[in-house]
């Protein structure tokens, strides 16, 4: 059985499908369908198409796959058309896997440095000397634009049966790990496998040292709009 890793950056996503990658019987080719892959001049013009109809390259990467299970990351702006791909995913037999993180706050600010710095893989030592002050007007704006997709996400998934994962939850303890992955393995009807992984954090300083205004960011979350968007991302997590 095939799968889908789906969800919003900064969420655990990528050390989720690292994880899953690592067991010997399954081949997972990353973020295929992010524009950033596509920019060579031909491929350029192949996306114009692909972005709008993606659905037969997937079924062709999946094709080429020479193990047992075959896998991919798509976040959920990454095409104009999730709903209706993970849809017919669905239709078609693959594993739908939903990772969420529970705290609206670190996502908002984990996607905000990650924008000033352009870095959004493994940790980067030179990073870590960086403090960085984000306006609160800014961060609002990108509360707001996290729990949106959510609910695109949530109304994506409403009617589709699929395995959820939460980071805080099934992602930080060694125990959690093989938990979580053990049922998905179950699921691609896959034998059980002990996963690994050599990812690291981005960066190893907390977000309290390297936003310089951190206080006044964790305040927002205090104000009416902070909490009624807060709100929002919990009710949506519980109910997918």
């Known amino acids: 059985m095939n799968f889908v890793v789906y969800g919003q950056a900064r969420t655990g996503s990528s050390l989720l499908v690292q994880l899953l990658g690592s067991h010997p019987q399954i081949r997972y080719t990353g973020e ?12 350029r013009y192949l996306y114009v198409v692909v ?37 017919n995913l669905h239709r078609y037999g693959w594993q739908l896997i ?17 924008r000033r710095t352009q870095h959004w893989g493994d940790y980067e030592p030179s ?22 997709i959510r609910q695109k996400e949530f109304h ?14 099934d992602l930080l303890s060694e125990e959690g790990r093989q938990h979580i992955c053990g049922r998905i393995f179950a699921s691609l009807q ?22 310089s205004n951190y206080i006044d960011l964790q305040s927002l979350m205090q104000t009416r709009q902070g909490q009624a968007l807060e709100t929002e991302w919990e009710q949506l997590l519980t109910n997918g």
């Open 32 to 43: 295929i369908l992010n524009p950033n892959r596509w920019r060579r001049t031909i491929k």
């Open 127 to 148: 990073l870590s000397a960086i403090d960085y002050e984000i306006a609160t007007e800014e961060f609002l704006s990108q509360l707001q634009q996290c729990v949106r």
């Open 51 to 87: 972005r709008r109809i993606p659905e037969p390259y997937v079924f062709w990467e999946a094709s080429r796959a020479t193990k047992v299970s075959f896998g991919f990351k798509l976040l959920h702006n990454q095409v104009p058309v999730s709903p209706r791909l993970m849809s």
């Open 98 to 114: 939903h990772i969420q993180r529970r705290s609206l706050f670190d996502v908002a600010i984990s996607r905000q440095v990650a």
């Open 156 to 169: 994506t998934l409403a009617d589709l049966s699929h395995i959820p994962v939460v980071y805080e939850d």
């Open 190 to 211: 896959i034998e059980l496998h002990q996963v690994t992984t050599t990812r690291k954090r981005s960066w190893d300083r907390p977000y309290r040292e390297m936003i």
